[in-house]
Each structure stands twice: as structure tokens, then as C-alpha cells.
């Protein structure tokens, strides 16, 4: 089976917010959106519910790579990126819901299949296809990062972005490392 090539998801993606949309209420119908009031700047509106679905697609991920690697580097990074997403993740939460949003409940649909993907891969293949999936996408989480913090308003938001700027950079260059210490594709599968 080869292995699935990676693909960075469009910032247009990214801010596009019917694919990220909360569970629906019981009392809401599947047409209805639930209600916002955004106190944030237009860009933060777009960008935290966006960050909510990379977060939970982070912990996903982080579960499938800590359960199925074979390399002891990357179930430890996977693992990280479980224990420390999922505490952002109910940071973010909250935050959101204080900004008068309501966090989405999934991910997107690129997410999800990248998490198949991780699932249905070779174990030898997933080492470095995480690895690769976690520079990408850290690599743009750094971008958009800065996108929200150049743009924030709101002190409260503001502080938090650039705790996470330092966070998503960390966690980059810690996915580029464990990258750089993976062997090549073109590697023998015995020269390691």
C-alpha cells in the first residue's frame, strides 16, 4: 500500500465554518446552526472554531500514532500531543464559550481522513507519515496562530494566542526534530 501523500489544507479551508460546525442541540433542528455572539474580531470568529477542530483532530491523531508506532520517538510525541491538546482543548473551550461561541463537537472532514489514513497505513509507513502530517500542520498552525494574534482585539484572547504561539512553535520544532531523526523513504527498509 503506498503511502498517502500529504496535503496542506488551504488557509480557505481552514476559515471555512460549515465544515466545522458544533453537534446539533436535540431541540435544534440539522438545518439550524446553534446560536453565537462572537465578541471577538472577524478574524477570531472564523479562526476559533477552526483551532477547536485542529485541536481535536491533534488529540485523534495523537492516539492513533501513540497506539499503532513503532518508533519509542513518535508514540512519546503522539502521546504529548494527547495529553497537552486535550488540555488546551478545554482551555479553548472555555475561552470560546466566554467569547460567546459554542466549540465544535468534530473536525473536519481533511481531518478525519488524514486520522483514517493513520489508521489503515502499514505500522513500518506511519512513523513518518505522522511525523510529516505533525510538521505541516504545525507549520501552518503557526501561521494562523499569528494571523489571530496580528488581528486580536480582546486582551483576554490575545494573551491566550500568544501562550499557544509559544506552544504550536514548540510543538513544530519538536515534530521537525522527530522528522529529521526518521530514516528517508528512500532508505533501505533495513538501514535504519
Given at each position: 500500500?503506498?503511502?498517502?501523500?500529504?496535503?496542506?489544507?488551504?488557509?480557505l479551508l481552514l476559515l471555512t465554518l460549515g465544515a466545522c460546525q458544533p453537534a446539533a442541540r436535540p431541540e435544534q433542528s440539522a438545518t439550524t446552526a446553534p446560536p453565537t455572539t462572537c465578541t471577538l474580531d472577524a478574524f477570531g470568529c472564523f479562526f476559533m472554531p477552526m483551532a477547536?477542530?485542529?485541536?481535536?483532530?491533534?488529540?485523534?491523531?495523537?492516539?492513533?500514532?501513540?497506539?499503532?508506532?513503532t518508533r519509542p520517538a513518535v508514540r512519546a510525541y503522539a502521546a504529548q500531543m494527547v495529553t497537552e491538546h486535550s488540555a488546551?482543548?478545554?482551555?479553548?473551550?472555555?475561552?470560546?464559550?466566554?467569547?460567546?461561541?459554542?466549540?465544535?463537537?468534530?473536525?473536519?472532514?481533511?481531518y478525519r481522513q488524514k486520522i483514517d489514513s493513520l489508521r489503515q497505513l502499514p505500522a513500518p509507513q506511519l512513523d513518518a507519515y505522522y511525523a510529516r502530517m505533525m510538521v505541516a500542520d504545525h507549520?501552518?498552525?503557526?501561521?494562523?496562530?499569528?494571523?489571530?494574534?496580528?488581528s486580536a482585539r480582546d486582551a483576554e484572547y490575545r494573551q491566550w494566542l500568544g501562550r499557544m504561539q509559544t506552544v504550536v512553535a514548540r510543538h513544530a520544532a519538536h515534530a521537525e526534530a522527530l522528522l529529521q531523526g526518521l530514516p528517508h523513504p528512500h532508505h533501505a527498509a533495513g538501514s535504519r
Open positions: 500500500m503506498p503511502t498517502p501523500r500529504l496535503r496542506p489544507l488551504p488557509a477547536g477542530c485542529a485541536g481535536i483532530f491533534e488529540v485523534e491523531a495523537g492516539q492513533v500514532a501513540a497506539e499503532r508506532a488546551i482543548n478545554a482551555e479553548y473551550r472555555a475561552l470560546m464559550r466566554r467569547k460567546g461561541m459554542v466549540p465544535p463537537d468534530t473536525t473536519l472532514l481533511a507549520r501552518q498552525a503557526v501561521r494562523l496562530f499569528g494571523l489571530a494574534a496580528d
